[in-house]
Each structure stands twice: as C-alpha cells, then as structure tokens.
C-alpha cells in the first residue's frame, strides 16, 4: 500500500498519546487509530510536528508506527525529519518495513537559498533510497523556510518518488494554484496536495485544486464532510459545514497552547485516555477549558457530534 500521487481525502495528522508521567499510551493508540478511521479518514499521518516526534526516542517512534500501521487498514504516512540523515535513514527505512505507506520530510530551519532547498532534498532521496514515497512539508510559519512553487516543482521533476506536498503556507492559495498550473502546462508532473494549518482555509483550499487535507482538527468528520462537498460541486453545503468550526479550528491553531486544545478535545471525545503532553510542554488554564467547552456547546448547535 505504497502512497502515490493519487492520494486524496483526508490524512488525519495523529498526535502521540502519552500517560500523565510522560510515558507512551500504547492502549491510546489504538483507540486514536480506531478513532480517525471511524470518522472517515482515508489515511494517517503520524509523528509530526504535532505528534511530538522529537520527544520520541527512535525505538519509540517505531513503536508508535507498527501499532498504528497493523490496526489502520489505510495508508500510513510516517513523519521521518531528523537533524542528519543517518537517522532519518533508520527511521524511513524502519517505518516502511513494518508497513507505512510514505514518509514526510520537512526542511531543516537553516536552509535559505533556493539552492540549498533543492540540494537538501536530493541528498535526504539518496539517504533513504529513491523506492520510498516520500511528501514535502512546506511550512514556512514554524519551519521558516520559503519554498516557492518553481523549487517545489524542481524537487518533484528531479525526484520520482516524490509524490506529494503537504501545503500549508500562509497565505498560500496562490500556491496551490501555481502548482496546479505548472501540471497543466506540462512542466510538472502531477503529485497529490493535501492541506495543513489545522483547515484553516481548507473551504477555499479545495475550490483552488486541492486534494483533501492532512491536518489535526479534533472534529475530522469536519474535515471530512467538506471535502467530500466540495468534491461533489456542493460550494455552499461545505462553506456551511466549514463556517460553523471555524472558531474551534481558530481556537486550536493559537501558537503555544494549540496542541494542549486538541489534545483537551480529544480526550473528552473518548480518543485518547490523556491530554496528557510529554515534556517540554503548555497547559490549558481552567479559563481556556471553559472557553473550549463554551465552543463546544456552541458547535452542538450546527453539530450533533459535538455534543460531548
């Protein structure tokens, strides 16, 4: 089940359940893994930036993969960025032996030419090995690195196995629609986008030429529900669905206490028996659970399913 650049729907951005004393929650990842497949995620993306990948050592990573790629019964994408290549090796190598369908390598901080983004990324391709599918992660907000569309479509035209970008530059509609034009005109070949920035413009995303979405929103069906309108011509059904999340997904997508919402959502949905982060990590205030708790109710006006 290797990923290709068919790849379309919703690739649910997992976080990593951890105890209260830090320790992994394997039990929870199962139940995360039942979870996302049961509100329609067509694939899983695991240990990224949200999935608190640097706090796991690579022994734990692995586990937290075999877990999740034995259960899913849908493609598994398997974060693998690392400082050298030597890791990033062992860890994309690992993953793909105990079943992950394509890894997702994001550009380290210091690169800032677009010379050196494209010579990083030849090197991480003959690191791993050219067989294993891999998805650029463009986002310069956290990653602080400007990809543009014409080095992006560089990466894609000198590497076959690149299949797909994970988008999420801000603003970024522009981008999509530059890369999709860079297909229609031939001088790229066609790879899959999904969507990151927690959906925060996937309504628009969509309209512009995306596939789907590979975000973290507690609420996947959301995610889910306005794809699939989208996708059926149903413009104004998916900005309804999108519009009534919209201050959930904004409430999750603060810097600093993002992830401790989701987590806190999670947890009350039954997909996690935690919030638990590992440390270094933020905490929500009893003011911010109130404040989510407020959305919720609110959410429950348009959505059943946030009837918690």
Same mark, same amino acid.
């Given at each position: 089940?290797? %990923?290709? $650049?068919? /790849? ?9 359940? @951890? ?8 039990? =929870?990842?199962?139940? +995360? ?6 509100? &329609? ?14 706090? *796991?050592?690579? $022994?734990?990573? *692995? ?24 890791? +990033?090796?062992? %860890? ?7 079943? /992950? ?9 210091? *690169? ?16 791993? &090995? ?7 992660? !463009? ?24 299949? +797909? ?11 999509? =629609? /530059?890369?999709? &034009? @860079?297909?229609? !005109? ?9 969507? &990151?920035?927690?959906? *925060? ?5 969509? $309209?512009?030429? /995306? ?10 069906? +959301? ?10 011509? $149903? ?6 669905? @999108? ?19 989701? #987590? ?16 270094? =990590?933020? =905490?929500?205030? #009893? ?22």
């Amino acid at each position: 089940m290797k %990923l290709n $650049e068919s /790849a379309a729907g919703v690739y649910s951005i997992a976080v990593t359940p @951890f105890q209260p004393d830090g320790r992994l929650d394997m039990p =929870s990842v199962d139940r +995360m893994t039942d979870f996302y497949v049961g509100c &329609g995620a067509t694939g899983l993306t695991i240990l990224g930036i949200l999935g608190e990948a640097p706090k *796991l050592s690579e $022994e734990e990573s *692995l586990a937290v993969t075999r877990a999740v790629a034995k259960r899913a019964g849908v493609p598994v994408i398997v974060g693998v960025s690392a400082p050298g290549f030597a890791s +990033m090796r062992s %860890l994309a190598r690992g993953a793909m032996d105990l079943g /992950a369908a394509g890894v997702m390598i994001a550009p380290p901080p210091q *690169l800032r030419t677009d010379d050196q983004i494209v010579a990083y990324y030849a090197q991480a391709v003959e690191a791993i &090995g050219d067989d294993i599918p891999f998805v650029i992660q !463009d986002y310069p907000l956290t990653l602080t690195v400007i990809m543009t569309p014409k080095v992006i479509r560089q990466i894609v035209q000198n590497h076959p196995s690149c299949v +797909m970008l994970k988008h999420e530059d801000w603003p970024g509609l522009e981008k999509i =629609s /530059a890369m999709r &034009g @860079f297909e229609q !005109d031939g001088s790229m070949k066609r790879i899959s986008i999904l969507t &990151g920035n927690g959906a *925060l413009f996937l309504d628009f995303e969509m $309209e512009r030429g /995306a596939d789907g979405a590979m975000t973290g929103y507690a609420f996947p069906e +959301m995610l889910v529900d306005v794809v699939r309108l989208a996708k059926a011509g $149903e413009r104004d059904k998916a900005h309804d669905v @999108f519009d009534a999340h919209l201050p959930l997904v904004r409430y999750e997508q603060q810097p600093g206490v993002g992830l401790a919402a989701r #987590k806190y959502v999670l947890q009350k949905r039954g997909a996690i028996a935690s919030d638990a982060q590992r440390k270094p =990590s933020s =905490s929500l205030s #009893k003011a911010a659970k109130a404040e989510i708790d407020y959305l919720l109710e609110r959410l429950a006006r348009h959505d059943p399913r946030a009837r918690i």
